[in-house]
């Protein structure tokens, strides 16, 4: 699991808070943390002047409450608190997965929990709405496909085609809005290319 680990575990920019128009950077490697700061002012003494960097080991950071608090006033707690993890070797494996092997998972997952997924974060959102996994869904679970539902697919999205044509199909009788067993594959309609849905 280590070899996911880039050079570069976490990283985040931005400006201080107001009054301040003062950038500051965070970067977490595998074995430092460095902050840098850049100085923004109109004073005449200010102008020209180098950014200022501290380095320090994942150790000596945990150590150090002064730069812990600038961290959590430049970025709030919930950031501190997410480096303090990384600087203690807590990473999270499954956020630096490739998309495709995520891809490959979440067909495997009930389509309660891809909601209950998509709900985590804007990149597991992106994954769990993307055309790649409900066009997979469509083509394994939903039959045999015609070239008119592919055409129609092109154009609604793949997503749309499974909820409009075969979401409730496939549930049967279930009560709920989705099941949390894989669904059997039903037998898929037969719709025009030019067939529009209100």
């Not at 985040?12 to 430092?32: A, H, R, W, Y």
């Not at 997965?97 to 985590?120: K, M």
Request: glycine share 8%.
């Amino acid at each position: 699991m280590a070899s996911l680990l880039g050079s570069t575990v976490f990283e985040i920019n931005g400006q201080g808070p107001s009054p301040s128009k003062d950038f500051f950077q965070l970067v977490i490697t595998k074995t430092e943390v460095i902050w840098r700061s850049w100085k923004i002012s109109l004073r005449n003494e200010f102008r020209g002047a180098a950014p200022g960097e501290t380095k320090q080991s994942h150790q000596d950071f945990l150590l150090d409450a002064g730069l812990q608090h600038q961290v959590g006033v430049v970025f709030g707690q919930h950031t501190l608190e997410h480096c303090k993890a990384l600087c203690e070797g807590h990473y999270n494996y499954l956020d630096r997965l490739p998309n495709q092997l995520l891809l490959n998972i979440l067909y495997y997952l009930s389509f309660r929990d891809i909601g209950r997924l998509a709900q985590t974060c804007k990149r597991f959102w992106k994954l769990c709405n993307s055309s790649e996994l409900w066009e997979q869904t469509v083509r394994v679970r939903c039959g045999e496909l015609t070239p008119d539902m592919e055409l129609l697919a092109s154009a609604m999205g793949w997503r749309k085609i499974f909820f409009t044509f075969y979401h409730d199909k496939l549930l049967g009788s279930e009560a709920g809005p989705v099941s949390d067993s894989a669904p059997s594959a039903t037998v898929m309609p037969q719709v025009s290319a030019t067939t529009t849905t209100t």
